[in-house]
């Protein structure tokens, strides 16, 4: 899409194409049992800590495929939100943008940290990227935690690997 297809509105937004996807991920970083099974803290650092592992296994998965654009457009999405989100805490004009860099510059490091892990299906390698990555909450039994949360990141992986690059962009295959 040109800049003045996008300053003129006269062409669709490629990122509603993956909006129903996005909604999702938050969705399932949002799931309770990762507050209270997983010891993931309930709070502004945990819940980024699961939008960004979650948003970063369901990137992979695309990443492997043809869905690579889809995948930018998902980062896309996540720096909209982020946004959204840092100017409804208060934060100013001028700080958001240094803050979304330092955002995207974490998300990237978790997105790599992650992907290797993954890909190669190594449970070890994901739980010292968990370890490193999830803020638990306070007396959780981190190592528990670590395994809890790993666990339950590589079944979604694998889940994630069996549905065609379709149902993954419609969201309709991780409901």
């Given at each position: 899409?040109?800049?003045?297809?996008?300053?003129?509105g006269?062409?669709?937004?490629?990122?509603?194409?993956?909006?129903?996807?996005?909604?999702?991920?938050?969705?399932?970083?949002?799931?309770?049992?990762y507050?209270?099974e997983?010891?993931?803290?309930?709070?502004?650092?945990?819940?980024?800590?699961?939008?960004?592992?979650?948003?970063?296994?369901?990137?992979v998965?695309?990443?492997a495929?043809?869905?690579?654009?889809?995948?930018?457009?998902?980062?896309?999405?996540f720096?909209?939100?982020?946004?959204g989100?840092?100017?409804?805490?208060?934060?100013?004009?001028?700080?958001?943008?240094?803050?979304?860099?330092?955002?995207?510059?974490?998300?990237?490091?978790?997105?790599?940290?992650y992907?290797?892990?993954?890909?190669?299906?190594?449970?070890e390698?994901?739980?010292?990227?968990?370890?490193?990555n999830?803020?638990?909450?306070?007396g959780?039994?981190?190592?528990?935690?670590?395994?809890?949360?790993?666990?339950?990141?590589?079944?979604?992986?694998?889940?994630?690997?069996?549905?065609s690059?379709?149902e993954?962009?419609?969201?309709?295959?991780?409901w």
């Amino acid at each position: 899409m040109s800049l003045l297809s996008r300053l003129l509105g006269t062409a669709p937004d490629p990122r509603e194409g993956v909006r129903p996807l996005w909604h999702r991920v938050i969705e399932l970083a949002r799931d309770p049992a990762y507050y209270t099974e997983c010891g993931v803290a309930d709070s502004v650092a945990g819940r980024f800590d699961m939008i960004t592992a979650v948003l970063s296994a369901v990137m992979v998965r695309l990443e492997a495929s043809d869905l690579r654009a889809e995948s930018a457009l998902l980062a896309e999405l996540f720096v909209e939100d982020m946004d959204g989100q840092l100017r409804e805490f208060g934060v100013n004009d001028v700080v958001v943008g240094k803050r979304i860099g330092k955002l995207m510059s974490v998300l990237g490091g978790r997105l790599g940290a992650y992907r290797g892990a993954l890909n190669a299906g190594d449970a070890e390698r994901l739980a010292g990227a968990v370890a490193r990555n999830v803020t638990f909450a306070e007396g959780a039994d981190e190592a528990a935690s670590t395994t809890a949360v790993t666990e339950r990141m590589m079944k979604f992986f694998n889940r994630l690997n069996r549905f065609s690059d379709a149902e993954m962009i419609s969201a309709s295959a991780i409901w």
